[in-house]
């Protein structure tokens, strides 16, 4: 089983950046497809972005697309998410997630693991 622990979460002013890491441990990350996914208080957790195990495909939400960049480092066990010119409805609890059969955009599909969440919040 892996293990997963998100981490780069914080305050910060829109239009500013930040980036998310997400390590694992127990298990090799290129085993695994990734995604991120957040959950804004009072809503339902949603789609961010994923990439394949070997990092070659690569999906976006429509609200994040040409903002945000999803890459990982399988040498390290860590996926990435790069987030630019954030708005204040980015800000939400962020989780990475893990999936051995594929990409995945659908929040409630039975992932192989999931993170703790790291928290982003953005000031207008």
């Known amino acids: 089983q892996v293990q997963l622990v998100e981490s780069g979460g914080g305050l910060v002013q829109a239009g500013g950046s930040l980036r998310l890491s997400c390590a694992a441990s127990?298990?090799?990350?290129?085993?695994?497809?990734m995604g991120w996914f957040r959950q804004a208080p009072s809503q339902e957790r949603e789609f961010v972005a994923a990439?394949?195990?070997?990092?070659?495909?690569?999906v976006y939400a429509d609200s994040v697309n040409a903002r945000f960049i999803i890459s990982r480092d399988n040498a390290k066990n860590t996926v990435y998410l790069e987030m630019n010119n954030l708005k204040p409805e980015d800000a939400a609890v962020y989780y990475c997630?893990?999936?051995?059969?594929?990409?995945?955009?659908?929040?409630?599909?039975?992932?192989?693991?999931w993170g703790q969440g790291t928290l982003v919040t953005v000031s207008s």
């Open positions: 997630a893990g999936y051995k059969f594929g990409i995945v955009t659908n929040p409630s599909v039975v992932m192989d693991a």
């Open positions: 127990g298990r090799t990350l290129g085993n695994y497809a």
């Open positions: 990439i394949s195990g070997n990092g070659e495909s690569t």
